[in-house]
């Protein structure tokens, strides 16, 4: 992907859009914030360096597990064909659609649900991000993803993971890299905590 335009594009993202009046002044610094019913954004620099290591193209189909905000999910659909994003609490989910559908994205398709499910009609995805921490890698993400896809996700416990990077290849073999340690909200789930 053309990781210029990418970093272009997240410089230009005014992340106070995406976050209620209360947080308007933390926007600018590199940390989580929160974003109602127990939720957080997270640090702007993770977004990026999560968003790299999905090495988007154009002609993708993006599963993404999480709306919370609607943040990350607008540098996703800037950069490929179909977004489909799923969230689990229903006022998020409204938040996040009007703030998206205000930039005037016409890509992004939204669902409220247990995303541990993934979107199974809509299925194979050519890249899956999932911005919850899950226990372990739930199945179905796992199945719906496409030969040659990638997928990031963080996975171990309450508190505290390793952010996954899974590749599955063309034969349909997983292969998994634990990168960084991170802390996200727990996926919340029945393939989840
Ligand atoms: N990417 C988001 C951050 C989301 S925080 C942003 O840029 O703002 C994680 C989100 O995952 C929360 O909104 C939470 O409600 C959601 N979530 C947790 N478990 C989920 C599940 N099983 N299915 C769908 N969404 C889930």
């Given at each position: ?72 999910t607008?540098?996703?659909a ?5 977004v489909?994003t ?14 998206l559908?205000?930039?005037?994205f016409?890509n992004i398709h ?84």
């Amino acid at each position: 992907m053309d990781k210029e335009a990418l970093k272009k594009y997240f410089l230009s993202l005014d992340r106070a859009y995406f976050l209620d009046e209360s947080q308007h002044k933390e926007a600018a610094f590199d940390h989580p914030l929160p974003i109602g019913f127990g939720q957080t954004i997270s640090q702007p620099t993770l977004v990026l360096k999560m968003t790299e290591l999905l090495d988007l193209e154009k002609s993708h189909k993006v599963l993404e597990i999480g709306t919370g905000s609607g943040y990350q999910t607008a540098i996703l659909a800037q950069f490929v064909k179909e977004v489909y994003t799923v969230e689990r609490i229903e006022e998020l989910y409204h938040k996040a659609k009007k703030r998206l559908d205000g930039l005037g994205f016409k890509n992004i398709h939204f669902k409220i649900g247990d995303g541990t499910y993934g979107w199974e009609e809509k299925a194979p995805f050519d890249r899956i991000m999932v911005t919850a921490a899950a226990v372990r890698l739930p199945k179905a993400l796992a199945s719906q993803l496409a030969p040659g896809g990638k997928m990031v996700i963080p996975v171990g416990e309450e508190g505290l993971q390793r952010l996954f990077l899974v590749e599955k290849d063309k034969e349909g073999y997983l292969h998994v890299e634990a990168l960084e340690w991170v802390r996200f909200v727990s996926l919340v789930g029945e393939d989840g905590f």
